[in-house]
């Protein structure tokens, strides 16, 4: 039977900003989503940089393929498409975001076994705000996730507080510095489930991710819902038409709901362009161990 919230993961998201919902995804759906993942993967040996398609771990060559993020998978394969707009998942939020419900973006975060990137702390918001806050994220997780192969970790209610400055040296970084801000993390809680399961968390809720130790992959596929009439800011992904048909279920509206939510703009751009994994090299200080740092110790 398809997964309906219960009134206590309702009550949670509103409260703490994210729930964790398992059993989203059928045996048949998840392996078809396993499937179509590693196709477009396979092809990988055959890029050397970053493109349309892939994100590239910073350690990749053609002869050992290694692959972060897939970007847009929906344009790479009708089936991701079509899974965005399953019932299976809409129906799970329309008691988040009502009946009508657009689609803003989409990608495959990869966590290879004993070098998945990690994520540093940030808020979706920072990236596309809106003109209000009824915008959500889901994740579908492939594989297993526990606390040892890199879960997402969110600090709870943080999407009831401020907006940071995702900014460094003047320019857009797609992260921020806790530190900085005086916010205490220890609160935070991982996102973990058995594969098959569906995380959803707000807009502005603060959440990152560490590298990937384990010996097991991570594999998490996120998609960026938004009630209709909630208008992008920053950017259409395209021209108005493209914007139109990510429609996922109800119907559009050229009406905007505007709401008095707190906004930064995330310009100037970048000045390391792509995905967040990119920008983020030009925030400074890490959260996070990376690879390389780990590497290195090892090394000494």
Sequence with gaps: MPVQLTKTQIEQYHEKGYVVVEGV?????????RQETEEIIARAGEVTANNEIYDLEDSHST?????????EPHNHSKFFWDL???????DVLVPLLGDNIRIYGAKMNMKAAGYGAPV??????AFYPHTNDDVLATGLLLDDCDESNGPMMVLPGSHKGPVYDHHADGFFCGAFDPDAEGLDLSPAEMLTG????????????VHGSALNTSNRQRRLLLTEY???????MVGLKGDYAAYESRMARGVSTRQPRVE?????????AAKNQGSIYENQKGGGRRWFETFEQRKGVAAE
């Design 25 to 33: 995804l059928s045996p048949e759906k998840l392996k078809r989503l």
């Design 63 to 71: 002869q050992n393929p290694r692959v972060r993020r897939i970007k």
């Design 84 to 90: 965005f707009c399953d019932t299976d998942i809409t």
């Design 120 to 125: 540093e702390w940030h808020q979706d918001w």
């Design 194 to 205: 058995p594969a098959g399961s569906m995380t959803i968390h707000h807009v502005r809720a």
């Design 226 to 232: 938004a009630a209709a009439d909630a208008f992008p």
């Design 260 to 268: 008095p939510v707190p906004v930064r703009l995330p310009l100037p």
